[in-house]
């Protein structure tokens, strides 16, 4: 079966493509940021998109780290768990401040009858029983405190609502796009995804999210959206 602009991800492809060559077509750019319609800016998007852009142009090497494919700045919360290295990796550095933190003050206050070993680990428990009640997009909430504390992550595949584009990588993106088609099952977000594969360059997610995903009708799919899966 063969798939045209009639196709509605082929069509949102094509529209993603005219925007993102627009974008770079500006005089001296060097980012190129696209937000779509159905995504909201936060109050804290332009302090840690500043922080993000600084984070890249500060870096005195010329790696794929300090020049990465894109940036996304939205991820499904619902698709945040404990689940991967780096998701456990946060909740044992979780566990391990907080509940050091919790025991010292808790000593401090109102000594414990136990002993200083059984008391931390107590804490360290009631750390991690915290943790998982509120899950990881509730642990990420704390990284609002200031831009600094964001995560600069590995970007997982699925959607495409903020995305940051370095003029660097972007033109290979709009040819890597421009050379495949949209169909059923094969979105902009999982062709971008080849293009990481096919590039070897890497790709990141800013978490927690800075804008959010709003709208209760797919166009793409002609229906009510679940907003317990935005």
């Not at 302090?47 to 890249?56: E, K, Q, R």
Request: with cysteine; proline share 7%; hydrophobic share 45%.
């Amino acid at each position: 079966m063969s798939f045209s602009l009639d196709h509605p991800l082929e069509k949102e492809k094509q529209d993603y493509v005219y925007c993102l060559n627009s974008s770079l077509s500006l005089h001296s750019t060097d980012y190129a940021f696209l937000l779509e319609d159905d995504a909201y800016p936060l109050d804290d998007f332009f302090p840690v998109l500043l922080d993000t852009l600084n984070h890249f142009s500060s870096s005195l090497d010329h790696t794929h780290d300090a020049s990465p494919a894109y940036v996304k700045f939205f991820h499904p919360e619902r698709l945040s768990t404990f689940a991967d290295v780096v998701s456990i990796i946060e909740l044992i550095s979780w566990v391990l401040l907080s509940g050091t933190v919790l025991h010292v003050t808790y000593c401090c206050f109102r000594p414990l009858p136990l002993s200083t070993h059984s008391s931390w680990l107590l804490c360290l428990f009631y750390a991690l029983l915290f943790a998982l009640a509120i899950n990881r997009p509730g642990l990420m909430e704390l990284r609002r405190l200031t831009p600094s504390l964001y995560a600069l992550l590995p970007a997982p595949s699925c959607c495409t609502p903020a995305m940051l584009f370095p003029k660097s990588s972007a033109n290979a993106i709009v040819s890597f796009l421009q050379s495949k088609t949209c169909e059923n099952n094969l979105g902009k977000d999982s062709i971008l995804d080849e293009f990481l594969e096919f590039s070897n360059l890497n790709a990141y997610v800013v978490q927690p999210n800075v804008v959010m995903h709003i709208g209760m009708y797919s166009a793409l799919r002609q229906n009510i959206v679940d907003p317990f899966l935005m």
